[in-house]
């Protein structure tokens, strides 16, 4: 049995908001809730009705700090690699959500909280926190897709960079180097994290899913086999009626209603 109460999750409006809830230890990221968030995960990623899904830190001073170094210290060998076995499937359990996924960013994202946004699509970030994969100051390596989804993200060159010198970089500096999508100050974080919700609401809902899969699926792939992947996405969304509606409200000239069908 998981503790629940170590990640929260309100599922409404079509929306559901993650928090994981240990702030005071800045979110960071033990076994049980490592378990509690899959658990989560796995049951938001056959619901229909959540077409978006935002994850964020409790209190304001992190997002997350990572992995539990408290936790980690009294753990054998054997039980660090069972951790990364759990945290690396949580990081995949995230980018392999079906529905598009908004980091919120709301304090310091360290080590597996930085991996933890790096596993969502979209990152909007407090312009006063820090941001980095700081793991090989602590003689480890970002393990939990950190060096894999960082290069792809903002280049080999900055990745580097960031890894090796475990730097603690400004919202500023991952803004501009295309780590985070957007900044805001901690007073008006959630509010623009509203406007890019209501931004992702406001498409086809199914179209989404399809499109992220055409990104994700297609980014690794040569070309040829990428846009085969594209028009196999694309084949998914011909026969539903979100489409249709959104023909029939061009043409009548208003918003459409989609129901994700
Ligand atoms: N694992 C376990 N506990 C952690 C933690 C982590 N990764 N990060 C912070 N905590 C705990 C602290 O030990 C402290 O516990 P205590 O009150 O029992 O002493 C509590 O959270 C508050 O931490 P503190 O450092 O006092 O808070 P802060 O707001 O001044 O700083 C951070 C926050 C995130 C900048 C700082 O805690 C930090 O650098 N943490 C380590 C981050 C890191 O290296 N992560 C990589 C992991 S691979």
Redesign the pocket.
């Known amino acids: 049995m998981s503790d629940s109460s170590l990640v929260e999750v309100i599922c409404e409006n079509n929306i559901a908001c993650i928090t994981i809830n240990r702030p005071?230890?800045?979110n960071?990221l033990s076994l049980p809730t490592l378990l509690r968030l899959r658990e989560i995960l796995s049951d938001i990623a056959v619901r229909k009705d959540i077409w978006v899904v935002t994850l964020t830190g409790a209190g304001d001073?992190?997002f997350c700090?990572?992995?539990?170094?408290?936790?980690r210290r009294g753990m054998s060998e054997e039980q660090v690699v069972e951790f990364l076995r759990n945290i690396r499937g949580t990081m995949n359990d995230i980018a392999n959500l079906p529905q598009p996924t908004l980091a919120i960013i709301n304090g310091?994202a360290?080590?597996?909280?930085c991996e933890m946004s790096l596993a969502c699509d979209l990152r909007v970030m407090n312009a006063q926190s820090l941001i980095g994969l700081?793991?090989t100051?602590?003689a480890?390596i970002p393990g939990a897709g950190g060096c894999v989804r960082l290069p792809r993200l903002v280049g080999v060159a900055k990745a580097k960079e960031m890894v090796l010198l475990s730097k603690r970089m400004s919202a500023s500096e991952a803004l501009e180097c295309g780590l985070v999508n957007q900044i805001a100050d901690s007073g008006s974080l959630q509010q623009a994290a509203d406007v890019l919700v209501e931004q992702l609401l406001a498409n086809g809902p199914l179209a989404l899913q399809a499109a992220k899969a055409a990104i994700d699926l297609g980014s690794d792939l040569a070309i040829d086999a990428a846009l085969e992947q594209e028009a196999e996405c694309y084949s998914r969304i011909i026969p539903t009626s979100d489409r249709l509606e959104a023909l029939s409200a061009f043409a009548e000239r208003r918003k459409p209603q989609f129901k994700g069908e």
Not at 65 to 71: I, P, T
Not at 110 to 113: A, I, M, Y
Request: charged share 30%; glycine share 18%; no cysteine.
């Open positions: 005071e230890a800045r960071a001073k992190a700090a990572g992995a539990d170094l408290k936790e310091h360290f080590g597996g909280g700081t793991e100051s602590l480890i």
